[in-house]
Nanobody
Framework: QVQLVESGGGLVQAGGSLRLSCVAS????????LGWFRQAPGKEREFVAA????????VYGDSVKGRFIVSRDNVKNTVYMQMNSLKPEDTALYSC???????????????????WGQGTQVTVSS
């Protein structure tokens, strides 16, 4: 059973930066790809980014492309997301998730991820 714990959220002014972390335990970290999703109140869960098992494959949602950077450390069992140039519309609960596949039909689909963290809140003030 894979367990994921996010941290690093908080309150930041527009234009600021935050770095989220997601630490995994249980299972073999390098065996699964990881995704970041976010959900704002009253909105559907949105794909933010995903990273492949080895960390060389990374994809981003259109709304964060060029501003967010995802990386992973398979020694520390941790995935990171550096969020720059934050906007008020980035305000949401951010969650990391894990799955055992890596292909274009799966990385943006929440239903493809069997393991989820509890999320960390990011609030961007204008």
């Amino acid at each position: 059973q894979v367990q994921l714990v996010e941290s690093g959220g908080g309150l930041v002014q527009a234009g600021g930066s935050l770095r989220l972390s997601c630490v995994a335990s249980g299972g073999t970290f390098s065996a699964y790809s990881l995704g970041w999703f976010r959900q704002a109140p009253g909105k559907e869960r949105e794909f933010v980014a995903a990273v492949s098992r080895g960390g060389t494959g990374i994809v981003y949602g259109d709304s964060v492309k060029g501003r967010f950077i995802v990386s992973r450390d398979n020694v520390k069992n941790t995935v990171y997301m550096q969020m720059n140039s934050l906007k008020p519309e980035d305000t949401a609960l951010y969650s990391c998730a894990a799955q055992f596949h890596w292909d274009a039909s799966r990385w943006a689909q929440p239903t493809q991820y069997p393991y989820w963290g509890q999320g960390t809140q990011v609030t961007v003030s204008s």
